[in-house]
T-cell receptor, first 114, second 109 residues
Framework: DSGVTQTPKHLITATGQRVTLRCSPR?????VYWYQQSLDQGLQFLIQ???????AKGNILERFSAQQFPDLHSELNLSSLELGDSALYFC?????????????FGPGTRLTVL | GQNIDQPTEMTATEGAIVQINCTYQ??????LFWYQQHAGEAPTFLSY??LDGLEEKGRFSSFLSRSKGYSYLLLKELQMKDSASYLC??????????WGAGTKLIIKP
C-alpha cells in the first residue's frame, strides 16, 4: 500500500458523458501527478500539481482538466468522453514538486467508455 | 524530440539473470528511474541513478552511463514474481519526467 488513494476503482460510462476521478496523496506529499495508461501502453503524463498550483502539463487533452484543493487532494475531470478515453488513470504523489523525488502511485481508476 | 527506448518484451528462465536496457535522448538529464509494474497494478519504485555507475539493491542493480545515454536494470536469481513490466523514466532539463513504454518481462520455469 503506497498511501495514495484513488476513487472510484472502476467507472463505466457512455460516450459524451463527464466523470470525475479523485486522488488523495500520501500524508505530507505536496505534489500530485496524473497519468493515463491505455491497454498495453506506456504511462502518459497528463498534469502535475504542487501545493495547489499547476506545475507541469503533459499530453492532456482540452476535454480534460484537473485541480488540487487546499487539503491537497486532487480531481481529474474528463468530459465529452470518447471510446479512446478508456484506460487506467493513475495518480501519483511525491514529497516535493521536483521529479527527482520518487513518485508513489495509487491503485488507479479503470475507466471504461461504452 | 525526447525519446526513451526499451525492448518491448523479454523472456528469461527462473533462477537466471536478465538485463533490461534503456537508451534515452532527452533535452538535458537530471536522473533516471526504474519502476516495476505488474499487470493491472500501479508502478512501484525500484531505483534512481543520477551519477554514472552501478547501484545495487538486493537482487536488483541499475547502471547508468550519462555520456552514452544508457542505463540497464539487472535482475539476478529470477523468481516467477518478477514477471512484470519494467519502466525506465528520465528527468530532463526542465525536470519533466519522460517515461519509456516499458519492457514486459516473462519468466519461465
Amino acid at each position: 500500500d503506497s498511501g495514495v488513494t484513488q476513487t472510484p476503482k472502476h467507472l463505466i460510462t457512455a460516450t459524451g458523458q463527464r466523470v470525475t476521478l479523485r486522488c488523495s496523496p500520501r500524508s505530507g506529499d505536496l505534489s500530485v501527478y496524473w497519468y493515463q495508461q491505455s491497454l498495453d501502453q506506456g504511462l502518459q503524463f497528463l498534469i502535475q500539481y504542487y501545493n495547489g498550483e499547476e506545475r507541469a502539463k503533459g499530453n492532456i487533452l482540452e476535454r480534460f482538466s484537473a485541480q488540487q484543493f487546499p487539503d491537497l487532494h486532487s480531481e481529474l475531470n474528463l468530459s465529452s468522453l470518447e471510446l479512446g478515453d478508456s484506460a487506467l488513470y493513475f495518480c501519483a504523489s511525491s514529497v516535493t514538486g521536483e521529479t527527482y523525488n520518487e513518485q508513489f502511485f495509487g491503485p488507479g481508476t479503470r475507466l471504461t467508455v461504452l | 524530440g525526447q525519446n526513451i527506448d526499451q525492448p518491448t518484451e523479454m523472456t528469461a528462465t527462473e533462477g537466471a539473470i536478465v538485463q533490461i536496457n534503456c537508451t534515452y535522448q532527452t533535452s538535458g538529464f537530471n536522473g533516471l528511474f526504474w519502476y516495476q509494474q505488474h499487470a493491472g497494478e500501479a508502478p512501484t519504485f525500484l531505483s534512481y541513478n543520477v551519477l554514472d555507475g552501478l547501484e545495487e539493491k538486493g537482487r536488483f542493480s541499475s547502471f547508468l552511463s550519462r555520456s552514452k545515454g544508457y542505463s540497464y536494470l539487472l535482475l539476478k536469481e529470477l523468481q516467477m514474481k518478477d514477471s512484470a513490466s519494467y519502466l525506465c523514466a528520465v528527468t530532463d532539463s526542465n525536470y519533466q519526467l519522460i517515461w519509456g513504454a516499458g519492457t514486459k518481462l516473462i519468466i519461465k520455469p
